[in-house]
């Protein structure tokens, strides 16, 4: 005779009146599949923990994006967040999907030249770029966005050195009315730093002035802030228009919208309560077509968005490793998932969800991870159907930054497997080995002998 | 051990304590526990009958029935060691 599936003896107390810490109930289901494919099998073939990426939902999402600008705007043009997820096969499913690439550092050039992305397609940001950098991106003809003084004064000079006229873009922060306003980065629009470099590049006659950059912040819940940001880009490329008949031929706006993530405090889920496309869209596109530019010469539309492409497009999935209570009688579920690599939970309540059936019963627990410190911890407050032991679980939306900010710490990273059309499981990066670890040291001749 | 005299425990799940006035939910083996416990069953007689019924060994078992006692400890739903003693 077969046996009954065992569950954990659970007692709750009914709390009447008070609204919990630990919210309602969300989970109804078991995410036993990821498209198409038993997280069961795929945690037996790839081991736990394992990032997935749903190539499907990534080319949903950017044609999601596309329509809502296209169908807002004449001209418009995505470029690929690298440091969201610079995986290669990521970044080529962007391409594919015709977005450029956006990198903000030396090795995030490199890494899209060595995609084979045309140098005239790539947009580098930073504050920190190499004269070697900024020299090889002249020659290649990138779109180089200008940060500060000392980089638009050696612009200059490489450009003369070699004798090529770059292409560049300022980068402009501003108030949107946004708390807190970015104004590290580029040259201020209200104070008239940015209306000085723009003078600058245009005087010394050795740069095409090409477009006004920005980024006002990241996770933005605001459309609104956007509409700003493209009025003032607007209104500055106009000024440049008027005073030296120069067309700028692109506005871009950076990234920044939010995916569809919760932020950690927020009462309501991001699925119900965060922007979608269209909003952004919408904004963006009646700020720009209400400013004064002619039809026929409406700059550009650049969008540099990131997380809001790929967070709904990876899982992170995981073991549960066992079932403690704290000393205050607080229930504790350990998992295989350190904050080293699931850094986004530092700011997000990530939805998580069983693997495999449940009853109806839920336990309010504190789910951290392995690595013996007391910051690990992926959900501080979850209410969650009875996990045991060895149990899988699924976390959603990690697809933006967990893969390029991750730390190896005390264990090795994980496989990430993507998910193709056809649901077939491709491996995307290779689970580090300690001989990974181990080839990336020297040791002195006098320390590699000691007593055994 | 022996759950408190007044406790009561539907076949629902829902335990009610009126000595606080705090009610509470259970799960079916939960309440399958507590019905062992009513009947004054040892602990290895309690884990024997659950690891006969249900897909789970004993170490496993009798961590969570350790943790599940704890809490009803913890909830004041039991007679405390001392009393039971006295
Ligand atoms: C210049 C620039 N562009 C684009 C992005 C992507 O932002 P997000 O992922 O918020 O869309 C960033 C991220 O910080 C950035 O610094």
């Excluded at chain 1, 580029?186 to 980024?215: P, R, T």
């Excluded at chain 1, 690595?371 to 911890?377: E, F, G, K, Q």
């Amino acid at each position: 005779m077969s046996k009954i599936r065992y569950e954990r003896p659970v007692i709750k107390k009914i709390e009447t009146g008070m609204p919990n810490k630990f919210g309602t109930r969300t989970e109804y289901e078991p995410m036993t599949h990821i498209d198409g494919l038993a997280v069961k099998s795929l945690v037996k073939e790839y081991g736990s923990p394992l990032f997935i990426l749903s190539e499907k939902t990534i080319r949903n999402t950017i044609k999601k994006a596309r329509k809502a600008f296209e169908t807002r705007y004449p001209k418009v043009q995505f470029a690929w967040s690298y440091k969201t997820n610079y995986l290669n096969a990521i970044c080529s499913i962007f391409h594919q999907e015709g977005s450029w690439a956006e990198v903000v550092s030396g090795f995030e050039y490199d890494k899209a030249i060595s995609l084979g992305v045309d140098g005239k397609k790539i947009i580098f940001n930073g504050p920190e770029k190499s004269e070697e950098d900024l020299a090889k991106a002249i020659k290649n003809n990138s779109l180089i966005h200008i940060d500060h003084l000392d980089e638009l004064y050696t612009i200059t000079e490489l450009a003369e050195k070699i004798n090529f006229r770059p292409r560049v873009a300022i980068r402009v922060n501003m108030d949107t009315g946004v708390y807190p306003m970015w104004d590290r980065f580029g040259f201020n629009y209200e104070n008239g730093q940015a209306w000085d470099a723009i003078n600058k590049i245009m005087h010394s006659g050795k740069m095409e002035l090409a477009g006004l950059h920005c980024h006002i912040g990241t996770f933005m819940l605001s459309p609104y802030a956007y509409g700003i940001a493209a009025s003032k880009l607007a209104e500055l490329a106009l000024s440049v228009e008027q005073k030296f008949k120069h067309e700028i031929k692109y506005i871009d706006l950076g990234g920044g919208f939010a995916s569809k993530n919760t932020l950690k405090g927020s009462y309501l889920p991001g699925t119900d309560i965060n922007p979608s496309f269209d909003d952004f869209a919408e904004a963006i596109s009646t700020a720009l077509l209400n400013s004064n530019f002619k039809q026929d010469k409406l700059p550009l539309l650049i969008l540099e968005t990131g997380r809001a492409l790929i967070d709904e497009a990876g899982y992170l999935l995981g073991s549960v490793i066992s079932n403690k209570r704290s000393s205050t009688g607080r229930r504790n579920t350990i998992v295989d998932i350190g904050v080293n690599i699931l850094f986004t939970s530092f700011w997000y309540d990530h939805r998580i969800t069983p693997a495999q059936a449940f009853t109806q019963y839920t336990e309010d627990t504190c789910v951290y991870g392995p690595l013996c410190m007391n910051i690990d911890v992926i959900r501080e407050s979850i209410s969650l159907p009875l996990l045991n032991r060895g149990d899988h679980v699924v976390i959603h939306s990690v697809g933006a930054y967990n893969m390029t900010q991750w730390m190896q710490f005390i264990a090795l990273r994980p496989n990430v497997v993507l998910i193709d059309m056809d649901e077939k499981p491709h491996i995307i990066r290779l689970r580090e080995t300690l001989d990974n670890m181990n080839s990336q040291e020297q040791v002195p001749a006098h320390l590699v002998k000691f007593n055994k | 051990m022996k759950l408190r005299k007044n406790v009561a425990v539907s076949e629902a799940g829902l335990l009610f304590n009126p000595v606080t006035g705090e009610s509470f939910t259970v799960n079916p083996i939960g309440v399958e526990i507590l019905n062992l416990i009513r009947e004054d069953k040892s602990p290895d007689q309690i884990s024997k009958a659950i690891v006969d019924k249900y897909s789970t060994d004993q170490t496993t078992f009798e961590k969570d029935y350790d943790d599940f006692i704890g809490i009803l400890y913890h909830h004041n739903l039991l007679e405390s060691h001392e009393e039971t003693t006295i």
